[in-house]
């Protein structure tokens, strides 16, 4: 079993659409989640960060936590064309990440 | 915020030839610096930490000896691929850490190795 699952997609929504992206993890251990975005050929850009359990905001960003199941997700409101990206979920620490594989998202205009 | 630069973004090399890689922290001093392998449609997967002054430590299943690891200062580490080959082509990323726990990518650097 992947210490992080992710759906590959791809994830295709109408521009205005709430996006949600999903990851599971295995591991109890980790305490720090991540979501990252990737544009093509480009590195990953860090978008939320959160330690514990529940929902937290950023913008049109709300990541959430829930420990007890190992379940994290990413909700995007008012999706737009430039949110057409992949991204990565990541569980860890400071001194090993594990990252999902990554959700290629199309926000069609 | 925290910025990492990562050169050259891309390069071509021949095969049997070494090529270097750059990874900067710009505004912050890095003690620990990671560097990761993204193949297409796969997940980034850690190499190796660096360590300021001291010996990386690598991954299962990196070669040490393929994949020269130096970080000389707290702002600057270096890959080196070393004998290249075909399939060393690949999206070389570097990261760094803040001391608070969070992480920030430099802009990847793209390796084709003919």
């Known amino acids: 079993q992947k210490e992080v699952e992710q759906d590959p997609g791809p994830l295709s929504v109408p521009e205005g659409a709430i996006v949600s992206l999903n990851c599971t993890y295995s591991n109890s251990a980790f305490q720090y989640f991540m979501w990252y975005r990737q544009y093509s050929r480009k590195g990953p850009e860090l978008l939320m960060y959160?330690?514990?359990?529940g929902n937290k905001e950023d913008g049109r960003f709300t990541a959430q936590v829930d420990k007890s199941s190992k379940y994290i997700s990413l909700f995007i409101r008012d999706s737009q064309p430039s949110d057409s990206a992949t991204y990565l979920c990541?569980?860890?620490?400071?001194?090993?990440?594990?990252f999902g594989i990554g959700t290629k998202l199309q926000v069609i205009p | 915020g925290a910025v990492v630069s990562q050169h050259p973004s891309r390069v071509i090399c021949k095969s049997g030839t070494s090529v270097k890689i750059e990874c900067r922290s710009l505004d912050f001093q890095a003690t620990t610096m990671f560097w990761y392998r993204q193949f297409p449609k796969q997940s980034l997967m850690l190499m190796a930490t660096?360590?300021?002054?001291?010996?990386?430590?690598?991954e299962q299943g990196v070669e040490k000896d393929k994949f020269l690891i130096n970080h000389a200062s707290l702002t600057l580490s270096t890959l080196t691929v070393t004998s290249a080959h075909p399939e060393d082509s690949s999206f070389y990323i570097c990261s760094a850490g803040t001391g608070r726990d969070t992480i920030y990518f430099g802009e990847g650097s793209w390796l084709t190795v003919v």
């Open positions: 660096s360590n300021e002054g001291s010996k990386a430590t690598y």
């Open positions: 959160t330690y514990s359990s």
């Open positions: 990541a569980t860890g620490g400071y001194q090993k990440v594990t």
